[in-house]
Nanobody
Framework: QVQLVESGGGLVQTGGSLRLSCAAPARSFAFYSMGWFRQAPGKEREFVAAISWSGTGALYADSVKDRFTISRDNAKNMVYLQMNSLKSEDTAVYFC?????????????????WGQGTQVTVSS
């Protein structure tokens, strides 16, 4: 069982930045690829970014490419999402997820564990 706890959400103005963190206190953390997803009110959960268990490979949704950066620190059992140039359409609850596979995955079906989410609100 892997428990994931997100933090770092909040209210930010358009064009601002936030850094989300996800703590995954598991001995086998380094053997999970990790992902970030988001869900806006009335919409389905969508893929944002994912990173391989080594941290050398990453995937991004087109909507966040060149603005968001996913990273991980296996020594600290942490994964991060640096979000820059935020737009109102980035407003959503952001979820961290873990998958028992080495390569990053964009589908929600590929993930085994999920956090509770953290709210990000971008005001114009």
């Amino acid at each position: 069982q892997v428990q994931l706890v997100e933090s770092g959400g909040g209210l930010v103005q358009t064009g601002g930045s936030l850094r989300l963190s996800c703590a995954a206190p598991a001995r086998s953390f380094a053997f999970y690829s990790m992902g970030w997803f988001r869900q806006a009110p009335g919409k389905e959960r969508e893929f944002v970014a994912a990173i391989s268990w080594s941290g050398t490979g990453a995937l991004y949704a087109d909507s966040v490419k060149d603005r968001f950066t996913i990273s991980r620190d296996n020594a600290k059992n942490m994964v991060y999402l640096q979000m820059n140039s935020l737009k109102s359409e980035d407003t959503a609850v952001y979820f961290c997820a873990a998958a028992r596979r080495p390569v990053p995955e964009a589908s929600t079906m590929g993930y085994d564990y999920w956090g509770q989410g953290t709210q990000v609100t971008v005001s114009s």
